[in-house]
Each structure stands twice: as structure tokens, then as C-alpha cells.
């Protein structure tokens, strides 16, 4: 994506760090993306690696918009958490094997010459989408992606929620049926392990029929769901009572102007929606009337301009 002339004013950006893609994005001040580009993460390869790489996929960033080094303002980065905003490293030894503990702020603000932020990627979604999608307008918004696993964000008056220490709220660890899956965090039950793509695929690998479930994947899923297999609706519904379970506690642990659902599983929202609303209507306590609940709006992109959001406040 390029602009068709150079743009005017500063220039942000914005970087999302997965455990299988990197991506980074040229973004105006204004939210206008003008260029990204991604490569893959291969973690295992080292720290050393990836950073270097990543100085690579930033520059060419800059030069597919057609600007310099010396029209950068600041970088943001939004990266799978673990991560320690305040010391700027990088704590996860799950996704991102090898570079556990690194200190990605400090070499890309000395090699660029800017300010250089560092959040948890679910963060960085939520300010996106508050800042340029389907939070616009909200002054408390919860976001929850729903995707490989379970994660979120709250932003309120455009300002990041933080807990003790500075830590990020485990919104797909909420405890939602106590005689669910064991999930890794330790407990039974929570979101992820009921709602999660990998969850939802995990059953449906232990209930169908050997040829069916070795080809299993979570858009198979949905698709049977839709053609009315009963295993496959059956997952699909469970997954939908628990996030209805899970969106119907943010509300009333936030009372949010806005919840937002993204992440690869809601590209199924109209699966979700109904189950979640019919909860949610159900509730005599929060003002339920004046709280929207929306599909996300920018995909992919949300990360990158959260991020680049953040950076902007530096």
C-alpha cells in the first residue's frame, strides 16, 4: 500500500510480533496506513536474528511510503505477552522461544533515534479498534480476541487499563465452567480452553470419526457447523454459550460504553452473536441498553495501529 504523494507531518510505526508472523506498517498520525510488510517470526533462529530483521522490514516500510528515517516520530510495538512495558523486554518463552527476557526497546531506539514503546498484543488490538474501528466513541472499551487463544484488552479514556505492577488482565482465563477443560494456566474451565480455534478442534478431535477428525481444523469446524453437523454445532454452541458466559462477566465487572469481538473465531460471529445477546439480555443489573456489543472491524490491522496509537502518546 503506498500513498500517491509524500505524505505531510510525522510519521509512526507500528510492529505486531507473533509467535508465527511479524509485521510492520508506515502509519500517519491520523491513522492512515501508508505501506506494511511481514515476514515470518522463526523465533528459533534468536533474538539477534529476529532484531535485525526486524530494523530490515522498518526500513523498507519507510521506503515503500515514500519517507526517511528523519520523518519518523516513534515506533510502537505490540508483541504476544508476556511482555514489561515499563523495562521493555520480552518474557515469553512459550511463543517466542529463544528470545525470553530480550530488551527489543532499547536497540531499536538507539538504532532509530526515537521514542520506542513495547505492549502486550492484546492491547495494542483494543487501542486500535478504539482509536479507528469499532470502539470509536467508547470512553471504557473491552476488547476480546478470540482466536489461537483468548486474550483482551480495556482502554479507558484512551488510556491502557493496567492491574498491580502494571499487569495485563487474563481475560481468557476467566473460570466460565468448573467441570471444563484443564487449560495450562492451572484451572478448569477458563474461555480459552472452551472457546479458543485449537480448543474447539481439540474436541472435535475426540468426538468424529478418525478420517474426519485427523483433517480437522477450526474453518472445517465451522463449516460443518453451518451444514448442520450435529458434533460440529454442538462444539460450536458450546464455544458460543462460553464466550455469552465470558462477554456477559466483562460487562458487569466494567459496565463498558463498548465490548469488541475479534480474533480468527469471530470471522464466525454470527454463530456467537445469538447465544451472546440472549445472555446479555437477560441482565437486570448493568445498563445493558446503552452498551454495544460489536464485531471488530479492522482484522489484522488492529495491532499495527494500536501499537502505532501508543507510540504517538511518547
Not at 506494511?36 to 526500513?59: H, N, S
Not at 508476556?82 to 521493555?88: F, L, M, S
Not at 502494571?166 to 471444563?180: T, V
Amino acid at each position: 500500500m503506498r500513498d500517491a504523494q509524500h505524505p505531510d507531518g510525522p510519521i509512526l510505526v507500528g510492529i505486531d510480533i507473533g509467535g508465527t508472523k511479524i509485521a510492520a506498517a508506515a502509519i500517519t498520525t491520523e491513522g492512515q496506513l501508508l505501506s506494511r510488510g511481514a515476514m515470518p517470526t522463526e523465533a528459533e533462529r534468536g533474538f539477534a536474528d529476529g532484531l535485525a530483521r526486524i530494523v530490515a522490514l522498518v526500513r523498507r516500510a519507510l521506503d515503500e511510503a515514500r519517507v526517511s528515517v528523519t520523518d519518523l516520530r516513534a515506533i510502537g510495538i505490540g508483541c504476544a505477552g508476556p511482555v514489561d512495558p515499563a523495562r521493555g523486554t520480552i518474557d515469553n518463552p512459550y511463543t517466542l522461544p529463544t528470545w525470553d527476557g530480550v530488551d527489543i526497546v532499547k536497540p531499536l531506539r538507539a538504532t532509530f533515534g526515537v521514542p520506542v514503546a513495547l505492549e502486550n498484543d492484546a492491547d495494542a488490538a483494543a487501542m486500535g479498534e478504539y482509536w479507528l474501528g469499532a470502539g470509536q466513541g467508547g470512553r471504557v472499551v473491552v476488547m476480546v480476541t478470540v482466536g489461537t487463544g483468548v486474550g483482551g484488552g480495556v482502554i479507558v479514556d484512551g488510556h491502557i487499563y493496567r492491574g498491580v505492577g502494571g499487569a495485563h488482565p487474563e481475560i481468557g482465563h476467566l473460570a466460565l465452567d468448573p467441570d471444563g477443560p484443564a487449560c495450562y494456566c492451572g484451572i478448569r474451565g477458563c474461555w480459552e480452553s472452551i472457546a479458543s480455534g485449537p480448543a474447539m478442534v481439540e474436541a472435535a478431535v475426540g468426538q468424529m470419526p478418525g478420517e474426519a477428525a485427523e483433517s480437522m481444523t477450526g474453518e472445517r469446524l465451522v463449516a460443518l457447523a453451518r451444514c448442520g453437523n450435529p458434533i460440529a454445532g454442538s462444539i460450536v454452541d458450546r464455544a458460543a454459550q462460553a464466550t455469552a458466559r465470558g462477554v456477559f462477566s466483562l460487562i458487569n465487572l466494567y459496565v463498558p460504553d463498548v465490548v469488541v469481538l475479534g480474533g480468527g473465531v469471530m470471522d464466525a460471529y454470527d454463530l456467537f452473536e445469538p447465544a451472546i445477546r440472549a445472555l446479555v439480555e437477560q441482565d437486570t443489573m448493568a445498563p445493558v441498553d446503552r452498551i454495544a456489543i460489536r464485531k471488530a472491524t479492522l482484522g489484522n490491522d488492529a495491532g499495527l495501529l494500536g501499537a502505532a496509537r501508543i507510540a504517538l502518546d511518547l
